[in-house]
C-alpha cells in the first residue's frame, strides 16, 4: 500500500476513490477510520472517508491526525488530504487547520493546495478558482447554506485560514510549460517562505503536469482532479509495479431502488426537477415540518410503500436559497441541517431493511449521515456515473449498490440515467 487519503466528506471520498481508480492505482474506501483488522494487502491507495468539512477545526484535525496514524500502521508512504472542487470552508478553517496539523505529522514544510477539476467545470487561473467558467464567488456557491464561497482567490481564502503563514502560487504559465517548469516553480515557492503553493490547472493535461512534478511529496492536498496524473508518476519513480484497470461495471443486488436528497446545491435542484418532471414520484421534505413532529421517518416510509411497485421514489429536501436562509434563521443553521440528515439516514434503513439495495444519495453531509446509519464501513468502488461520482458497492454492513453524490455534481438527467450503469 503507497498512498494513504484522508477525505473531508463521503462523497468527495468516492470522487477520489473513483479518480484513483480510473487512472490505475487499487483502491478501496473506508467510512471513517479503518477498523483494526483492515487488510491493506492488494491495494495501491486506501481512501478514509470522514465527515470533518463542517465541524469545529480542533475537531476535523483530531479526526485527521487520527486516519494518518491508521494510515501510516497500514504502511502508507504517501498522503493525500482531499477537499472539494469548490474548496468548501470558512475563513476559520478547516482546509488549512489540517493541512498545517498534517504537515507537521508528516514533518514536511512545503505543500500545494489545487483544488482543479476541469471535467466537472472548476478550473484555477492566477490564483482564482472558477466554477464552469463563473468565478467563485460569482458562482451558486456563494449562498451555499453551510459554507458560502465569497471570495475567489485561494490565496487570500487559505490564508485567512493559516495566519502567520504566507500561501504561493504556481501560475499558469510555469504549469503549462510541463512537470519541470512546474517542479522547478514549487522550489522557488518553498525558497520564498510560503507553506503552501496554489496551483492553476485549467486542463486534464495540466492535472497530469502536476502529478508528474509533485510525485516525490510526502503530502498533497487538493480536489480528486489532482489524483489524476499520480499513478502513472508514482509508476515511473518506481513506488508501483503496474497500474490497475479500470471497473467498467459492477454487479448490483437485486432489488428495489430509492433516491434521498439532501442538497440544495444548483445541481441538485436541477436534477429534482428533471426526475419529477420525468414522473418519478417525489415526496418534499419541509424542515419546519419535521422539527415540528408532522413528518417523520415512518410517515415517509409509508409514502414510499404506496408508489406503484416498479417505480423509484424520491424523497427530497433541495430548496432555493432564500428559502433555506429563512429555515435556519428560525431553526439554526447546524440543527435545521441534522434534522434532514438523520431522518433520511432513518428512512434509508427503513428502506434497506425492507429490500431497497440500490440507493442514489445526493448531498455529502446527507451521504455520510445514511453510510454511518446502514454501518457501511467498506466500498468497492465501480463506474463512473459521472465525472467525480461512482457507482460503489458494499463490503460491509448490508449489501447495496450505492451512489454516493456531491450536491455539486452530475448533470440534470442524473437521477434518470445512473441506474443504466448497473447489472
Known amino acids: 500500500m503507497l498512498l494513504g487519503c484522508i477525505a473531508d466528506d463521503l462523497t468527495g471520498a468516492t470522487d477520489l476513490s473513483l479518480m484513483l481508480s480510473r487512472a490505475g ?15 491493506a494487502s492488494g491495494y495501491d491507495a486506501i481512501v478514509v472517508a470522514l465527515k470533518s468539512r463542517t465541524i469545529p477545526a480542533a475537531d476535523a484535525i483530531a479526526q485527521s491526525l487520527e486516519a ?17 472542487s469548490t474548496f468548501d470552508s470558512t ?27 476541469p471535467a466537472a467545470g472548476r478550473s484555477i487561473y492566477m490564483g482564482n478558482l472558477f466554477v464552469n467558467g463563473v468565478p467563485l464567488a460569482e458562482s451558486s456557491m456563494k449562498d451555499h447554506p453551510l459554507t458560502p464561497m465569497r471570495d475567489s482567490n485561494l490565496m487570500r481564502v487559505l490564508g485567512r ?27 522557488r515557492e518553498k525558497a520564498a517562505g510560503h507553506r503552501v503553493a496554489i496551483l492553476d490547472a485549467l486542463s486534464e493535461s495540466h492535472l497530469r503536469t502536476i502529478g ?8 498533497i492536498t487538493g480536489g480528486s482532479g489532482i489524483a489524476l496524473g499520480l499513478p502513472q508518476a508514482y509508476q515511473a519513480a518506481g513506488l508501483i509495479k503496474e497500474l490497475a484497470a479500470a471497473p467498467t461495471s459492477i454487479v448490483a443486488p437485486q432489488g428495489r431502488a430509492a433516491i434521498l436528497a439532501g442538497s440544495c446545491s444548483a445541481a441538485t435542484r436541477a436534477q429534482v426537477a428533471a426526475a419529477i418532471a420525468a414522473g ?38 433541495s430548496d432555493d436559497p432564500a428559502n433555506v436562509a429563512a429555515v435556519q434563521e428560525r431553526l439554526g443553521r447546524d440543527q435545521a441541517g441534522h434534522l434532514i440528515e438523520q431522518l433520511i439516514a432513518d428512512v ?55 451512489a454516493l453524490k456531491s450536491g ?3 448533470a440534470s438527467d442524473f437521477f434518470l440515467k445512473a441506474w443504466d450503469f448497473l447489472v
Open 25 to 39: 492505482l487499487a483502491t478501496v474506501q473506508t467510512t471513517g477510520i479503518p477498523p483494526s483488522h483492515f487488510e
Open 91 to 117: 475563513d476559520e478553517g478547516n482546509i488549512g487547520p489540517v493541512t498545517s496539523a498534517l504537515m507537521d505529522k508528516l514533518g514536511t514544510d512545503f505543500t500545494i493546495a489545487c483544488p482543479a477539476f
Open 68 to 84: 494518518a496514524d491508521a494510515l501510516l500502521a497500514l504502511g502508507a508512504k504517501r498522503f493525500y488530504f482531499k477537499y472539494c
Open 161 to 187: 485560514q493559516m495566519p502567520g503563514q504566507t500561501v504561493g502560487l504556481v501560475a499558469f504559465p510555469d504549469i503549462e510549460a510541463g512537470p519541470a517548469a512546474t517542479k522547478l516553480a514549487l522550489g
Open 212 to 219: 508528474a512534478a509533485i510525485a516525490d511529496m510526502p503530502l
Open 280 to 317: 418519478l414520484p417525489a415526496l418534499r421534505l419541509d424542515p419546519l415540518s419535521v422539527a415540528d413532529g408532522k413528518t417523520t421517518s415512518a410517515s415517509v416510509f409509508e409514502w414510499i410503500n404506496a408508489q406503484a411497485p416498479g417505480s423509484i421514489p424520491l424523497v427530497y429536501s
Open 348 to 402: 434509508a434503513v427503513a428502506l434497506v431493511q425492507d429490500g431497497v439495495t440500490r440507493l442514489i444519495v445526493a448531498g455529502g453531509e446527507t451521504s455520510g449521515a445514511v453510510v454511518n446509519a446502514l454501518g457501511v464501513k467498506v466500498l468497492a468502488i465501480g463506474p463512473e456515473i459521472a465525472p467525480g461520482v461512482p457507482w460503489c458497492l458494499s463490503r460491509s454492513g448490508p449489501e447495496i449498490a450505492l
Open 408 to 410: 455539486n455534481f452530475g
